[in-house]
């Protein structure tokens, strides 16, 4: 398999193609955890959006904004995390840390969501 743009090197786990090594480990741990009764469940790509499509002034329309999570984990207290997986500094881009801002700022007022980069 050929490396992107980040260096990563994509890996295939249970038929689902993964960016990088380190997250299909962490798909691996998570299927564990699952099985363990550690976990109640967890989901993969999980789209948030951070602001709606909308039509400009000039009749344009605009996309909307999303945030898409590499996992989230649900615990049995309820609780959930939503967690992005990083390789390095290089993937911790300006996009990605403007998006990761307003992620915090919308969960800001929810005690059970916590957000979590590996």
Do not use: C
């Not at 960016?19 to 550690?38: C, F, M, N, V």
């Not at 993937?91 to 007022?109: E, G, I, P």
Request: avoid cysteine; aromatic fraction near 12%; proline fraction near 3%.
């Amino acid at each position: 398999m050929t490396r992107n743009k980040y260096g990563n090197i994509p890996k295939q786990v249970n038929g689902i193609l993964f960016d990088s090594t380190k997250e299909a480990h962490r798909y691996s741990q998570l299927l564990l955890l699952k099985h363990a009764g550690l976990i109640t469940s967890f989901k993969r790509q999980v789209s948030y959006v951070l602001r709606e499509g909308f039509t400009d002034n000039q009749g344009k329309k605009v996309k909307p904004e999303r945030y898409v999570a590499d996992f989230v984990v649900t615990y049995p207290d309820g609780h959930v995390e939503i967690e992005d997986v990083k390789g390095g500094t290089a993937t911790q881009t300006q996009v990605f840390a403007s998006k990761w801002n307003r992620m915090k700022y919308l969960f800001k007022d929810d005690p059970t969501v916590k957000l979590v980069i590996l």
